[in-house]
T-cell receptor, first 112, second 117 residues
Framework: QQKVQQSPESLTVSEGAMASLNCTFS??????FRWYRQHSAKGLEVLVSIFSDGEKEEGRFTAHLNRANLHVSLHIREPQPSDSAVYLC????????????FGSGTKLTVEP | GPKVLQIPSHQIIDMGQMVTLNCDPV?????FYWYKQILGQQMEFLVNFYNGKVMEKSKLFKDQFSVERPDGSYFTLKIQPTALEDSAVYFC???????????????FGEGTRLSVL
C-alpha cells in the first residue's frame, strides 16, 4: 500500500520568504504527483501537477520531483498571508491513475 | 472556474438511518470520486465511478455504501445503515479523464460533514 508522508507538520514563514514543503512516497511506480491546498472548511484547490523528474512551475508554486529519492517538494515564492492553509501532497500510481493517496498535510502560516 | 458542488454541507443523522450525500460534478467531467476524511486524519479514497459503473473501490467502501449517478444528475453516496464510524467529512471529486500525458487533476468539492449520533 502506498504511504505518503509530509513534513513538516506545520510551518510558519514571514510574508515574502520562500516556503518549502516536503513529501515522500513509498511506491516507486508512482508517476502522478499533485499539490493541493485546503483553506479552512473549504474544498481542495489544485496548485501544481508534475509527472516527470525535474521541476514544474505554476505561478508562484514550483514542484520538484525526484523519483529515485521518492521525494516531491513544493516551493512557494513570495508567500502572502492568504496562502495560509493546509497543503496536501497527492500521489497516484501507474497501475491506477484514479486513486489518489494523500499525505496528512503541512499547515502553513504566513505572517505579515 | 468550474466547481464541484456538494449538498448539504453538514448532515446530522442517527445511527442506523440511511443518508444520501449529493455531489454536482463539473458538467463535462466523466470520472467521479468519493474520498473520506476523519477529523485529524488523512483523506482516503473510497470509490471511483465511470460510465455508470464502479471502477475501483477501497476496503473503506463497505457493503453499506453505494454510489450512483442516475441520468446524469447528482452523483450520490448512500450509506444504509449508518454507523458511528461513518462520521467524517466526505469529499466528492470529478475529472474529465483519468490518464494520459498531463491528465487533469480531479477537482474537489468543499465536502459534506457527516455526524452520526
Amino acid at each position: 500500500q502506498q504511504k505518503v508522508q509530509q513534513s513538516p507538520e506545520s510551518l510558519t514563514v514571514s510574508e515574502g520568504a520562500m516556503a518549502s514543503l516536503n513529501c515522500t512516497f513509498s511506491d516507486g511506480t508512482s508517476n502522478n504527483f499533485r499539490w493541493y491546498r485546503q483553506h479552512s472548511a473549504k474544498g481542495l484547490e489544485v496548485l501544481v501537477s508534475i509527472f516527470s523528474d525535474g521541476e514544474k512551475e505554476e505561478g508562484r508554486f514550483t514542484a520538484h520531483l525526484n523519483r529515485a529519492n521518492l521525494h516531491v517538494s513544493l516551493h512557494i515564492r513570495e508567500p502572502q498571508p492568504s496562502d495560509s492553509a493546509v497543503y496536501l501532497c497527492a500521489v497516484s500510481m501507474n497501475s491506477n491513475y484514479n486513486v489518489l493517496y494523500f499525505g496528512s498535510g503541512t499547515k502553513l502560516t504566513v505572517e505579515p | 472556474g468550474p466547481k464541484v458542488l456538494q449538498i448539504p454541507s453538514h448532515q446530522i443523522i442517527d445511527m442506523g438511518q440511511m443518508v444520501t450525500l449529493n455531489c454536482d460534478p463539473v458538467s463535462n467531467h466523466l470520472y467521479f470520486y468519493w474520498y473520506k476524511q476523519i477529523l485529524g486524519q488523512q483523506m482516503e479514497f473510497l470509490v471511483n465511478f465511470y460510465n455508470g459503473k464502479v471502477m475501483e473501490k477501497s476496503k473503506l467502501f463497505k457493503d453499506q455504501f453505494s454510489v450512483e449517478r442516475p441520468d446524469g444528475s447528482y452523483f450520490t453516496l448512500k450509506i444504509q445503515p449508518t454507523a458511528l464510524e461513518d462520521s467524517a467529512v466526505y469529499f466528492c471529486a470529478s475529472s474529465f479523464r483519468d490518464r494520459g500525458p498531463g491528465n487533469q487533476a480531479p477537482l474537489f468539492g468543499e465536502g459534506t460533514r457527516l455526524s452520526v449520533l
